[in-house]
């Protein structure tokens, strides 16, 4: 059973508060950054564990707080439709139903890949994009990894037996690399040395 962050009691507050932060955004290299300084101020910490100084906070002195002189409110009025907005207010909801930290959800989920999910997620139930977020944040490991240890094999093993370098084979694991935008030809060698089909190594939920 999933243990939420705190009370649901203030969950709408914490929801309006961040999307309102990251509607002062306008795109998602400026969301990433903001959100970076969220989880290095510790003011992610205490967010998430539901402190009420920080989920009630005028939205405007949050960001300040969190971003002190660094950043500056590019748009100083909130504008709900915006996708920096729907990022700010899913990230939240998400935050408090897995129970997660904003940090672990943001190594693999920044608000960049957040904000690219938009369309068309903003339309539909919050539980799809939770469906969609977990996909995503809680699976364990790749399927090329997988497909490696299963034949037994190191990276260095794989990257000399395919021809595909290890510094590439790190990245696919670590999902730094987007496999699935892989060239067939790599995807051809991997999968020869690994005994599957190139499309047994493509990542399921992708965005």
Sequence with gaps: MMTHAYHEMYLDDAMQTLAEVFSYVDNEKDANILFNYFVMSGIAHQFGSGNPKYLNMPS???????????????????????????CGYVLAYYQWYTGLSFMEIGKLLPPSKIISMYNPLHEAPIEK???????????????????????????????????VSLRSIQLYEQRKLDINYANAIRLYKLSKVLGCNMEDLIERGHW
Aim: aromatic share 10%.
């Design 60 to 86: 405007h002195a949050l960001f300040y707080e969190i971003c002190g002189n660094t950043m500056k409110l590019i748009k100083p009025e909130v504008d709900s439709r915006s996708k920096e907005y729907w």
């Design 129 to 163: 994009f939770v469906e969609i977020a977990n996909s995503i944040v809680l699976r364990k490991e790749t399927r090329l990894a997988m497909y490696r240890k299963n034949a037994n094999l190191s990276q260095n093993d794989l990257a000399r037996l395919s021809g």
